[in-house]
């Protein structure tokens, strides 16, 4: 198993994947722009961000990357170190 590597192709698909979580437009969501402080997101919305990705990579995230996936920048960092299931 490997880690997967993130091109624009899967920024734009993280992109979306988080903006629909948020319920935001994709051009909204900035790339440091804090989940919980700017965009109102919640424990619920996080594991749902966390799951929706796994499903659209095939990558499995430990939990305890949750709290570090608290922009979007931070969520393709934790990404590219989840590994393809």
Excluded: P, W
């Amino acid at each position: 198993m490997s880690a997967i590597t993130i091109d624009a192709t899967a920024e734009a698909k993280v992109r979306d994947i988080l903006a629909n979580s948020l319920d935001l437009d994709g051009e909204e969501l900035t790339r440091t722009g804090l989940f919980v402080d700017e965009y109102g997101a919640d424990s619920l919305c996080a594991i749902e961000m966390l799951s929706a990705l796994e499903v659209a990579f095939g990558v499995t995230i430990e939990q305890d990357e949750l709290e570090n996936m608290v922009h979007f920048e931070a969520v393709l960092e934790v990404l590219s170190r989840a590994e393809s299931r």
